[in-house]
């Protein structure tokens, strides 16, 4: 099943394609330890209810996907094995199918056990902060669900972060000789190995990294030049910048006070072309989506 066709319903004969319109993808961490400190799963409330009660909230406030995660991405979060990712991950699925049986649901993983239990439990999209590059399976999983994908552009090293007591974490950035480049060509090298793999050219949306790997002047750059990189690889672009370091270094706030920050980077980033925009605060970012949206096509 490609993008497009898990948002066309059948109503009134008008199919749906991306680039109508920018998508907004709400961020379920089933994680203890969120950077931005959304994290779901704690012992003093039932998760299940928790989960669909957060679930309800972010369709009924204008998420077009929910995005579920079991192990933390933030610089510094310990690496998380495979089952206990596994208990985190799939109840999680399994109930927000069962309660909102139209919802669209992807899987924040880089592991093909977990993608492959979370498409047997009803999720839709494999979303790889690594782009297939952590687990030689992952394509496998891919292909035998025929699943659309997002591979992220991703040069960071799990243990290679700054902490800051009050900003949080980031991940050193490497070296580039060609910042923007070197970043379209390594994604190029991703599509094609996905459709090497055998993964339809009409199921990959790309995600440039905003976040890993980068310095706070690079992910600035890549989201104002999101329009660059959608030209040179052709491919949709889902942009994950919600209450990311960058927006703190450079207001100097910490992770529950970037929403104004957050909000700029996604307005830019409709501006320039993102599809889909990965957030926290869906009800507030859906508004800015649909008016940025609105100005850019009126007229």
């Not at 704690?42 to 928790?50: A, C, F, H, I, Y």
């Not at 491919?235 to 706030?253: A, C, H, M």
Request: one cysteine or more; charged letters at 25%; aromatic letters at 6%.
């Amino acid at each position: 099943m490609a993008f497009h066709d898990l948002f066309n319903s059948g109503d009134n004969n008008q199919e749906f394609q991306l680039g109508d319109r920018c998508l907004v993808m709400g961020i379920m961490n089933v994680t203890p330890d969120s950077f931005s400190g959304d994290g779901l799963r704690s012992k003093d409330v039932d998760l299940d209810t928790k989960v669909l009660k957060q679930a309800e909230f972010f369709l009924s406030n204008g998420a077009d996907i929910l995005d579920i995660g079991g192990e933390s991405t933030r610089p510094g979060a310990e690496i998380v094995g495979e089952h206990e990712e596994l208990k985190r991950v799939e109840p999680a699925i399994k109930a927000i199918v069962n309660a909102f049986p139209n919802a669209v649901l992807s899987v924040d993983t880089y592991k093909a056990a977990v993608a492959e239990a979370a498409l047997n439990a009803g999720a839709h999209i494999i979303n790889d902060v690594w782009g297939f590059k952590a687990d030689p399976d992952m394509s496998k999983v891919a292909v035998k669900h025929q699943a659309p994908v997002i591979l992220m552009h991703n040069r960071s090293k799990p243990g290679h972060a700054e902490i800051d007591a009050r900003l949080g974490g980031a991940y050193i950035a490497p070296k580039y000789n060609d910042f923007l480049n070197e970043v379209i060509q390594e994604m190029r090298l991703l599509i094609e190995g996905a459709i090497t793999a055998g993964v339809k050219p009409e199921n990959i949306m790309i995600d440039p990294g905003v976040g890993f790997g980068k310095t706070a002047a690079q992910n600035m750059e890549l989201i104002n030049r999101l329009d660059v990189i959608k030209e040179a690889l052709g491919y949709p672009i889902l942009l994950g910048s919600s209450r990311k370091s960058f927006i703190g270094l450079t207001l100097d706030v910490p992770a529950d006070e970037r929403v104004e920050g957050t909000a700029a980077t996604v307005s830019l980033g409709v501006a320039r072309g993102a599809d889909v925009v990965r957030v926290h605060d869906v009800k507030v970012m859906d508004r800015i989506v649909r008016m940025t949206d609105a100005m850019l096509r009126a007229g």
